[in-house]
Protein backbone atom coordinates (compact mmCIF):
# COMPACT_ATOMS: atom_id res chain seq x y z
CA UNK A 1 0.00 0.00 0.00
CA UNK A 2 1.02 3.36 -0.54
CA UNK A 3 1.58 5.11 2.82
CA UNK A 4 0.97 8.92 2.92
CA UNK A 5 2.70 10.98 5.69
CA UNK A 6 1.62 14.02 6.79
CA UNK A 7 1.82 16.61 9.94
CA UNK A 8 -0.32 15.93 13.30
CA UNK A 9 -1.75 19.89 13.32
CA UNK A 10 -1.19 23.11 11.74
CA UNK A 11 -2.15 26.47 12.25
CA UNK A 12 -3.94 29.14 10.25
CA UNK A 13 -4.47 32.33 10.27
CA UNK A 14 -8.40 33.21 8.84
CA UNK A 15 -8.66 34.30 5.46
CA UNK A 16 -5.14 33.35 4.77
CA UNK A 17 -4.40 30.42 2.19
CA UNK A 18 -4.09 26.79 4.55
CA UNK A 19 -1.40 24.73 2.98
CA UNK A 20 -1.59 21.18 3.82
CA UNK A 21 1.39 18.78 2.34
CA UNK A 22 1.56 15.09 2.51
CA UNK A 23 4.25 12.60 1.53
CA UNK A 24 3.43 9.65 -0.55
CA UNK A 25 7.00 8.57 -2.01
CA UNK A 26 5.58 5.11 -2.72
CA UNK A 27 2.86 5.64 -4.98
CA UNK A 28 2.09 4.01 -7.66
CA UNK A 29 1.35 4.78 -11.46
CA UNK A 30 -2.62 4.16 -11.37
CA UNK A 31 -2.86 5.66 -7.74
CA UNK A 32 -4.78 9.14 -7.03
CA UNK A 33 -4.13 11.08 -4.50
CA UNK A 34 -7.47 11.85 -2.41
CA UNK A 35 -8.09 14.80 -0.03
CA UNK A 36 -10.77 14.16 2.72
CA UNK A 37 -11.84 16.38 5.69
CA UNK A 38 -13.49 15.32 8.89
CA UNK A 39 -15.05 17.86 10.82
CA UNK A 40 -15.78 16.82 14.48
CA UNK A 41 -18.65 14.80 14.84
CA UNK A 42 -19.58 14.30 11.45
CA UNK A 43 -19.13 12.12 8.23
CA UNK A 44 -15.45 12.58 6.19
CA UNK A 45 -16.25 14.31 3.45
CA UNK A 46 -14.69 14.62 0.18
CA UNK A 47 -13.00 17.72 -1.04
CA UNK A 48 -10.41 17.19 -3.80
CA UNK A 49 -8.22 14.48 -5.81
CA UNK A 50 -6.27 14.07 -8.73
CA UNK A 51 -3.92 12.12 -10.82
CA UNK A 52 -0.58 13.95 -12.35
CA UNK A 53 -1.86 17.68 -13.08
CA UNK A 54 -3.14 19.82 -10.42
CA UNK A 55 -6.71 20.27 -10.00
CA UNK A 56 -9.17 22.89 -8.44
CA UNK A 57 -12.46 22.95 -7.83
CA UNK A 58 -14.49 25.23 -5.56
CA UNK A 59 -13.33 24.00 -2.34
CA UNK A 60 -9.60 23.85 -2.94
CA UNK A 61 -6.68 23.50 -5.32
CA UNK A 62 -4.84 20.60 -5.58
CA UNK A 63 -0.53 20.70 -6.79
CA UNK A 64 1.07 17.40 -7.06
CA UNK A 65 4.65 17.28 -7.55
CA UNK A 66 5.75 16.03 -10.61
CA UNK A 67 7.46 13.29 -9.59
CA UNK A 68 4.14 12.67 -7.36
CA UNK A 69 6.08 11.64 -4.60
CA UNK A 70 4.18 14.86 -2.68
CA UNK A 71 1.36 16.94 -2.54
CA UNK A 72 -0.33 20.04 -1.13
CA UNK A 73 -3.99 21.03 -0.67
CA UNK A 74 -4.99 24.36 -0.64
CA UNK A 75 -7.79 26.27 0.89
CA UNK A 76 -7.33 30.00 -0.92
CA UNK A 77 -9.17 31.82 2.10
CA UNK A 78 -9.65 29.80 5.38
CA UNK A 79 -12.74 30.74 7.39
CA UNK A 80 -13.23 28.73 11.07
CA UNK A 81 -15.98 26.23 9.41
CA UNK A 82 -12.53 24.86 7.65
CA UNK A 83 -11.20 23.36 11.02
CA UNK A 84 -11.05 20.11 10.84
CA UNK A 85 -8.64 16.89 10.59
CA UNK A 86 -7.59 16.84 6.54
CA UNK A 87 -6.83 13.08 5.73
CA UNK A 88 -4.78 12.77 2.15
CA UNK A 89 -5.32 9.31 0.57
CA UNK A 90 -3.61 7.23 -2.03
CA UNK A 91 -6.44 4.95 -3.85
CA UNK A 92 -5.59 1.29 -4.27
CA UNK A 93 -7.64 -0.97 -6.45
CA UNK A 94 -8.78 -4.21 -4.68
CA UNK A 95 -11.63 -5.29 -6.52
CA UNK A 96 -12.66 -1.35 -6.48
CA UNK A 97 -10.65 1.91 -5.24
CA UNK A 98 -10.06 1.47 -1.26
CA UNK A 99 -9.76 4.60 0.76
CA UNK A 100 -7.32 4.14 3.60
CA UNK A 101 -7.29 6.81 6.06
CA UNK A 102 -4.30 7.64 8.27
CA UNK A 103 -4.25 9.81 11.26
CA UNK A 104 -4.58 13.22 8.99
CA UNK A 105 -3.41 16.81 9.99
CA UNK A 106 -5.79 18.26 12.79
CA UNK A 107 -6.04 21.80 11.15
CA UNK A 108 -6.89 24.47 13.47
CA UNK A 109 -8.26 28.01 12.37
CA UNK A 110 -7.62 30.57 14.13
CA UNK A 111 -9.46 34.12 14.40
CA UNK B 1 -32.35 15.25 0.79
CA UNK B 2 -29.66 13.63 2.44
CA UNK B 3 -26.96 11.66 -0.20
CA UNK B 4 -26.08 8.79 2.09
CA UNK B 5 -28.17 8.31 5.26
CA UNK B 6 -27.97 5.92 7.81
CA UNK B 7 -30.21 5.47 11.04
CA UNK B 8 -29.99 5.08 13.77
CA UNK B 9 -27.56 7.99 14.72
CA UNK B 10 -26.79 6.88 18.28
CA UNK B 11 -27.48 3.69 19.53
CA UNK B 12 -26.79 2.09 23.01
CA UNK B 13 -27.45 -1.19 23.98
CA UNK B 14 -25.79 -4.08 26.10
CA UNK B 15 -23.40 -6.50 25.84
CA UNK B 16 -24.60 -9.54 24.33
CA UNK B 17 -27.44 -7.98 22.23
CA UNK B 18 -28.03 -8.35 18.31
CA UNK B 19 -28.67 -4.69 16.62
CA UNK B 20 -28.48 -3.28 13.19
CA UNK B 21 -27.98 0.02 11.19
CA UNK B 22 -29.63 0.91 8.36
CA UNK B 23 -28.10 2.43 5.11
CA UNK B 24 -29.63 4.17 2.20
CA UNK B 25 -27.83 6.51 -0.55
CA UNK B 26 -30.34 7.98 -3.23
CA UNK B 27 -27.33 8.74 -5.42
CA UNK B 28 -27.78 6.21 -7.94
CA UNK B 29 -24.59 4.73 -7.00
CA UNK B 30 -23.74 0.55 -7.81
CA UNK B 31 -21.31 0.34 -4.54
CA UNK B 32 -21.73 0.45 -0.90
CA UNK B 33 -19.49 0.84 2.14
CA UNK B 34 -19.18 0.37 5.77
CA UNK B 35 -16.42 2.13 7.67
CA UNK B 36 -15.70 1.62 11.45
CA UNK B 37 -13.99 5.01 13.23
CA UNK B 38 -12.51 3.06 16.90
CA UNK B 39 -11.70 5.58 19.51
CA UNK B 40 -8.29 6.74 18.85
CA UNK B 41 -10.18 8.16 15.59
CA UNK B 42 -8.64 5.65 12.80
CA UNK B 43 -11.20 4.62 9.85
CA UNK B 44 -11.08 1.51 8.46
CA UNK B 45 -13.18 -0.17 5.86
CA UNK B 46 -15.13 -3.24 6.66
CA UNK B 47 -17.25 -4.08 3.54
CA UNK B 48 -17.76 -2.98 0.13
CA UNK B 49 -20.58 -4.17 -1.65
CA UNK B 50 -21.33 -3.47 -5.45
CA UNK B 51 -24.74 -4.42 -7.22
CA UNK B 52 -25.14 -5.92 -4.47
CA UNK B 53 -22.75 -8.71 -4.33
CA UNK B 54 -19.73 -8.25 -1.71
CA UNK B 55 -16.30 -7.26 -2.96
CA UNK B 56 -14.50 -6.42 -0.08
CA UNK B 57 -14.53 -8.01 3.13
CA UNK B 58 -11.93 -6.87 5.39
CA UNK B 59 -10.74 -8.71 8.57
CA UNK B 60 -13.81 -8.76 10.91
CA UNK B 61 -15.71 -11.04 13.19
CA UNK B 62 -17.92 -12.73 11.69
CA UNK B 63 -20.60 -11.56 14.24
CA UNK B 64 -20.85 -8.54 11.61
CA UNK B 65 -22.33 -9.46 8.53
CA UNK B 66 -23.39 -6.82 5.87
CA UNK B 67 -27.17 -7.03 3.94
CA UNK B 68 -27.90 -5.23 0.68
CA UNK B 69 -31.75 -5.92 -0.23
CA UNK B 70 -30.88 -3.68 -3.28
CA UNK B 71 -27.91 -1.60 -4.95
CA UNK B 72 -29.30 1.44 -2.52
CA UNK B 73 -29.39 0.22 0.82
CA UNK B 74 -26.77 -2.10 2.90
CA UNK B 75 -27.25 -2.84 6.46
CA UNK B 76 -24.68 -3.61 9.08
CA UNK B 77 -25.93 -6.32 11.49
CA UNK B 78 -24.07 -7.12 14.76
CA UNK B 79 -24.72 -10.37 16.75
CA UNK B 80 -23.29 -10.77 20.38
CA UNK B 81 -22.06 -7.24 20.47
CA UNK B 82 -19.38 -7.03 22.69
CA UNK B 83 -17.89 -4.08 24.34
CA UNK B 84 -15.21 -3.29 21.60
CA UNK B 85 -17.30 -2.89 19.44
CA UNK B 86 -18.22 0.57 20.62
CA UNK B 87 -17.50 3.25 17.75
CA UNK B 88 -19.03 5.32 15.07
CA UNK B 89 -19.77 3.68 12.07
CA UNK B 90 -20.31 5.15 8.63
CA UNK B 91 -21.98 4.02 5.58
CA UNK B 92 -20.66 5.64 2.15
CA UNK B 93 -20.94 4.94 -1.99
CA UNK B 94 -19.63 5.33 -4.68
CA UNK B 95 -20.83 5.35 -8.20
CA UNK B 96 -18.94 2.02 -9.19
CA UNK B 97 -15.90 0.50 -8.89
CA UNK B 98 -13.58 3.29 -9.95
CA UNK B 99 -12.21 3.57 -13.09
CA UNK B 100 -10.15 6.42 -15.09
CA UNK B 101 -11.78 8.91 -13.15
CA UNK B 102 -11.08 7.41 -9.87
CA UNK B 103 -13.53 6.57 -7.32
CA UNK B 104 -15.20 9.29 -5.16
CA UNK B 105 -16.80 7.87 -2.03
CA UNK B 106 -19.62 9.68 -0.34
CA UNK B 107 -20.17 9.49 3.58
CA UNK B 108 -23.09 9.58 5.65
CA UNK B 109 -23.29 11.23 9.03
CA UNK B 110 -22.07 8.01 11.21
CA UNK B 111 -23.71 5.80 13.61
CA UNK B 112 -22.69 6.01 17.05
CA UNK B 113 -22.27 2.36 18.56
CA UNK B 114 -21.77 2.41 22.65
CA UNK B 115 -21.90 -1.24 23.95
CA UNK B 116 -22.63 -0.94 27.89
Known amino acids: DAKTTQPPSMDCAEGRAANLPCNHS???????VYWYRQIHSQGPQYIIHGLKNNETNEMASLIITEDRKSSTLILPHATLRDTAVYYC????????????FGKGTKLSVIP | DTAVSQTPKYLVTQMGNDKSIKCEQN?????MYWYKQDSKKFLKIMFSYNNKELIINETVPNRFSPKSPDKAHLNLHINSLELGDSAVYFC???????????????FGEGSWLTVV
Open chain 2, 92 to 106: ASSQDRGGASGNTIY
Open chain 1, 26 to 32: TISGNEY
Open chain 2, 27 to 31: LGHDT
Open chain 1, 89 to 100: IVSKWAGSYQLT
